[in-house]
């Protein structure tokens, strides 16, 4: 096969200049560029040719370990065989192969999917899709979307404007209008270094009783949240919490949207957290681990109340305006319908289950480091939370980050929260080097 890049070819800081790098400080980076170029299992090869352990899964989504031959070949049958297909008012086999595979996956009551291209189309698509099912019910008023503080879903206007990260929001300042957010979960006090979920908080969801009661029910489309936040340190919801935000949504007709963009494919439970919590959404969204991270796309699950209500009109009309070019882009299926074989055929959702008691285990090891103040776990994720330097929030995050790279273990820091997120076929001893990883960077700092 032929190389791409020559893996010692380190670029010259000129030429890194115009990329222009994604959620990055781009001028700090390319002072000290740590290039990736190439993967396999468990392990990222650097350009300078050291091996690192990959904590993270690349971004949460490697889930069955890198570089797999079968999804390596299904993506080369396929752009050998249908390179594109159109996917308005046409299609391929695969894409409607995928779509009953994933519905066979889902929870109960599911019937339909939507693909787009990552995380954040499928968050859009699921809000559009609420925001039509209203209507299409008669409900035209309902037009708010209440998502929740700390909250991420991707980057898209819809995404955003539910999203409840600050300094994201801050930097663009128009965002559309009728959102509301309740309130994140996490209170150190109440349930610092839980293990798994925690067993304080699930009256919070009766905020959202408040938020009803203040907007009135006939003006709520939507409640969107992640069952795990993740990309703002891994806040876990507290037992009950969930299954009460789907009493509350119930009483009111309200749809309950579950972003499993991280949860999903065996990072908790199965194939969808939602079972694993025991609480029916009416829509998921889902990316990442759906391809194995090996060629972008988005997923959005709806149940068949909601796909039923949008399929009412004249039968020859076009039920939802909406849709991506590369929409069940004929590479991302294949490579999702081998990913899910791969996930099936090694029974990777209960291995990452059986798994998880030691991992916790490790996680809660570092209790009692420097600078530790809590600790965080459920599936195969786990959050080390770190005292911020005071003034310099996110340093020690990132010094912390760097200085685990240098030691061959790719832990990704967000804020001041270390978080991990492994591909699932982790051994013990990579748990191990893991955690141990960070316990010599936290005694040393
Ligand atoms: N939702 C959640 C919960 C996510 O974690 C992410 C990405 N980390 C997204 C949406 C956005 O996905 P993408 O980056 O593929 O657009």
């Known amino acids: 096969m032929s190389q791409i890049q020559n893996p010692s070819a380190i670029p010259s800081p000129a030429s890194l200049d115009p990329y222009w790098m994604p ?21 990222y090869t650097r350009a300078d040719g050291k091996r690192v352990l990959d904590g993270i899964a690349g971004l949460w989504c490697v889930n069955a370990g890198h570089r797999r031959r079968e999804i390596v070949e299904a993506i080369s049958c396929m752009a050998h065989q249908l390179d594109y297909a159109p996917s308005f008012q046409s299609g391929h086999p695969l894409a ?8 066979s996956e889902a929870p109960a009551g599911f019937s339909n999917v939507f693909f787009s291209n990552s995380g954040s189309e499928a968050v859009d698509t699921a809000l559009k899709i609420a925001l039509a099912y209203q209507r299409a019910r008669g409900n035209a008023s309902r037009v708010r979307l209440i998502g929740r503080a700390r909250a991420y879903h991707g980057v898209g206007f819809g995404g955003l404007s539910v999203s409840g990260i600050s300094s994201h929001r801050k930097a663009f300042g128009n965002l559309p209008p009728y959102t509301d957010h309740l309130p994140h979960t996490y209170n150190r006090a109440e349930m610092g270094f839980s293990r798994g979920q925690p067993t304080w908080g699930a009256h919070l969801a009766d905020d959202l009783s408040n938020l009803v009661a203040l907007h009135d029910a006939s003006t709520v489309a939507a409640v969107i949240v992640e069952p795990v936040s993740g990309s703002t340190g891994v806040l876990v919801p507290p037992v009950d919490y969930l299954q009460r935000l789907r009493k509350i949504c119930d009483e009111h007709g309200i749809l309950l949207i579950f972003d499993e963009v991280i949860t999903g494919f ?24 759906l391809t194995n991270g090996a060629v972008p796309m988005g997923a959005t699950l709806v149940r068949s109340h909601v796909y039923d209500a949008l399929m009412q009109g004249a039968p020859d009309a076009i039920e939802l305006p909406h849709g991506y070019t590369y929409s069940g882009h004929p590479l991302a299926c294949a490579a999702g319908l081998a990913a899910l074989k791969i996930y099936r055929d090694e029974e990777l959702f209960s291995r990452a289950q059986r798994m998880s008691p030691y991992w916790e285990d490790a996680a809660h090891s570092l209790k009692g480091l420097p600078y530790v103040v809590d600790i965080r776990n ?8 770190l005292e911020p330097i005071p003034g310099q929030p996110g340093k020690r995050g990132y010094d912390c980050h760097m200085r685990c790279l240098e030691k061959g273990a790719l832990i990704r820091a967000t804020g001041d929260t270390m978080v991990f997120s492994p591909p699932l076929i982790i051994e013990k001893e990579e748990v191990d080097t893991l955690f141990s990883t960070l316990t010599d960077v936290l005694k040393n700092m």
């Open 23 to 43: 959620f990055t400080s781009n001028r700090r980076f390319k002072q000290n560029p740590q290039l990736l170029v190439e993967a396999d299992g468990m392990y």
């Open 96 to 103: 409607f192969e995928f779509a009953e595979q994933l519905v």
């Open 266 to 289: 065996g990072r908790v439970g199965g194939a969808f957290s939602a079972d694993f919590f025991g609480v029916v959404p009416d829509i998921i969204t889902s990316a990442k681990g």
């Open 378 to 385: 459920i599936g195969l994720l786990a959050a080390i939370e």
